[in-house]
């Protein structure tokens, strides 16, 4: 009896203290996931200056917002600025020819090995694994020699391949996992109509895993937005060439203030968040799905 | 009467068809497969072979244009030199911190968000959007964000630590590899640095176990909860008996993949610290040796290390996971 109401005490403790804890907590990872990004668009609208002057100052008034670090970021070099306008089109650019080479690649390769029984099946599997968690800085070491060797470096459609061989097998398995959910006698019933097996993914298969595809696009843009190993190795003797990344990075080579490299970091990060918010869902679940079987 | 000699015919040129279908199969998925696996073999399978006959080889940067791609004379000399140089068993330790602390540190973050963010609230959606941005955020910004964050002229840490808390002075956290910190009289030595570039890792990458486990705790059965709650279960003996066991085999498949992808993080360290401060892991050492020494030889012979790790880890991972391959 006593035992039975102690325990009814500890529950009713345990509840009230998670009450309180739980919005508290939440709000606390809200803070500290978000409050670096605002840091980050406040100090790009300040004046260096006024932030040596109150560092621990976190908010711009009104009348204080100055684009100056904008200005000085976005201008091309031949007007005293850091071209970044240039640097953001080769981001876009390189992106986008990723996305292209990657999905049309990988659209094959996952239909393959989802659908159909073939001679070393498992050795790809393998594979593509290995691929995906070795260190990227291993294949640096020939990849630079190599490119170097051949005078290869500096030029983007070059480094497209390289993206391209780095996302190939995280898109395999996130279209692999949704091409296993298309109903296979759909395709069958084509069969029998004759249709030959290129037909079947164009005409069936595609149409039905527009999501998927969609999603993974997304998902290799991001990738090849935010990449910077590959970026610094092979480009950064070829300014023209930048991508936003690399171009942040080198503004800390000189003596770039704070403001400007804010300014810049946040033109690198808007691009990516606007697109993450307007495909999250799509997103965390390709993700995600394999995680419920536990 | 002449119905077992049809039953008996017809699976014979069923066989038969399945044959060639299985044929056709075969060779359909051999020629759609094949320009991923040639796509990686150049671009991954050959470039780590040459890798790892470039280990063998003493070779400068200086040399590459002139140099035949296989030949040059073979030497232990780069494994001997690594093996017996303090500075790659002290960045092979500091991997091997960085690696445990930063994954520890990104799975208890993102459970703990998991278990907050579990049951829906009014802007959950909203919530669990921005606890995604560290990790889909470009790191070039991340990092240049904490390093000014985190800087004792202009940092909004350092102004809050001597103006509120009474710190004496500014700590220069990216930049100081010793520091004390003394609590009521007692004086412990910190690797100030080497905590900074841990604690970033680990906020970067919570979201990623924050987004596992959320999606798996959405999949534990309501009903055993319910049933553990009704016997008179408080909220941390459901948590550790009949949450944390469900939840088990993804943690340690996170641990596994955080632990891999930690190990082979390159540029959280070299954009933070440049590697110094008592922050150079193996990563950012093979940058140094192909970049600042141009030391070709050495620095593949580091990678190579790094990549027998990784085949040991591949190897933990095949076993424990192998049979749900579904996972990226």
Redesign the interface.
């Known amino acids: 009896m006593t035992n039975?109401r102690r325990?009814?005490s500890?529950?009713h403790i345990?509840?009230a203290v998670?009450r309180v804890l739980?919005p508290l907590?939440?709000a606390f990872?809200?803070l500290?996931?978000?409050f670096?990004?605002y840091?980050?668009v406040v100090?790009s609208m300040r004046e260096?200056s006024e932030?040596?002057e109150?560092?621990?100052k976190?908010w711009v008034g009104l009348d204080e917002i100055s684009t100056a670090a904008y200005e000085r970021v976005l201008k091309p070099t031949s007007e005293g600025g850091q071209g970044f306008v240039r640097f953001l089109l080769n981001s876009a650019g390189l992106g986008l020819a990723t996305v292209a080479v990657t999905l049309?690649?990988?659209i094959?390769?996952a239909?393959?090995?989802s659908?159909?029984?073939?001679?070393?099946?498992r050795t790809?599997?393998?594979?593509?694994?290995?691929?995906?968690?070795?260190?990227?800085?291993?294949?640096?070491?020939?990849?630079?020699?190599?490119f170097?060797?051949l005078g290869l470096r500096g030029e983007l459609p070059w480094l497209v391949?390289?993206y391209?061989?780095q996302t190939?097998?995280?898109c395999?398995?996130?279209l692999r996992?949704y091409f296993e959910t298309v109903p296979i006698s759909l395709e069958e019933a084509a069969e029998v109509d004759g249709a030959t097996?290129l037909q079947i993914i164009r005409k069936i298969t595609l149409p039905l895993a527009i999501p998927a595809i969609a999603a993974t696009g997304l998902f290799v843009f991001?990738i090849a937005?935010?990449e910077?190993?590959f970026a610094l190795l092979f480009l950064v003797e070829e300014r023209q060439n930048w991508t936003?990344?690399?171009g942040?990075?080198q503004l800390?080579q000189i003596e770039t203030p704070?403001t400007t490299?804010?300014a810049g970091?946040?033109i690198?990060?808007v691009p990516?968040?606007v697109l993450?918010?307007f495909a999250?869902r799509l997103l965390?679940e390709g993700?995600?799905?394999?995680?419920?079987?536990? | 009467m002449g119905a077992p000699a049809a039953v008996e015919a017809a699976p014979e040129s069923r066989r038969r068809a399945r044959d060639t279908r299985a044929r056709r199969d075969s060779r359909a998925g051999v020629a759609l497969v094949s320009p991923t696996v040639i796509v990686v073999l150049v671009m991954v399978v050959l470039p780590v072979v040459w890798a790892l006959i470039l280990s063998f080889q003493r070779i400068r940067l200086l040399q590459i244009r002139r140099l035949d791609i296989l030949g040059g004379e073979y030497t232990l000399r780069n494994y001997d030199l690594l093996l017996n140089s303090s500075e790659f068993l002290t960045a092979a330790r500091t991997t091997l911190l960085y690696s445990v602390f930063g994954t520890l540190g990104a799975i208890l973050l993102g459970l703990t968000a998991a278990l907050l963010v579990r049951r829906s609230f009014p802007g959950r959606g909203l919530v669990r959007g921005i606890l995604l941005l560290p990790y889909v955020a470009p790191v070039v910004a991340i990092a240049f964000i904490w390093q000014v964050l985190l800087s004792p002229q202009l940092g909004v840490v350092n102004a809050w630590g001597t103006d509120v808390l009474g710190w004496d002075q500014p700590i220069p956290f990216l930049s100081q590899e010793k520091g004390t910190i003394t609590l009521f009289g007692l004086s412990i030595g910190v690797p100030t640095a080497l905590v900074m570039v841990i604690l970033f890792e680990s906020w970067k990458s919570f979201p990623f176990a924050f987004l596992f486990l959320l999606a798996r705790l959405q999949a534990v059965p309501a009903d055993l909860e319910e049933a553990a709650r009704v016997d008179g279960a408080t909220p941390t003996q459901v948590f550790r008996h009949i949450i944390l066991p469900q939840l088990a085999g993804v943690i340690a498949l996170i641990a596994v993949l955080r632990f891999i992808f930690t190990f082979n993080s390159f540029d959280e360290i070299y954009l933070l610290t440049g590697g110094g401060a008592g922050t150079q892991v193996l990563a950012t050492q093979v940058y140094t040796f192909l970049q600042a020494r141009s030391d070709v030889g050495a620095s593949a012979a580091v990678a190579m290390f790094m990549a027998a790790v990784l085949a040991v880890l591949l190897l933990v991972y095949l076993k424990f996971f192998g049979d749900r391959d579904r996972q990226p």
């Open positions: 039975k325990r009814y500890r529950y345990e509840v998670l739980r907590g939440i990872f809200v500290i996931a978000f670096p990004f840091y980050m100090l260096i932030i040596l109150a560092p621990g976190i049309a690649v990988s094959l390769g239909y393959a090995v659908r159909l029984e073939f001679f070393g099946r790809v599997h393998f594979l593509f694994l290995s691929v995906y968690l070795f260190p990227a800085i291993l294949l640096a070491i020939p990849l630079f020699v190599a170097s060797k391949l390289v391209v061989a190939l097998p995280i395999i398995y996130m996992d097996r991001m937005w935010n910077f190993l936003v990344s690399l942040v990075q800390t704070a490299l804010m970091s946040v690198l990060t990516i968040i993450f918010l999250e965390t993700l995600t799905r394999g995680a419920e079987k536990g």
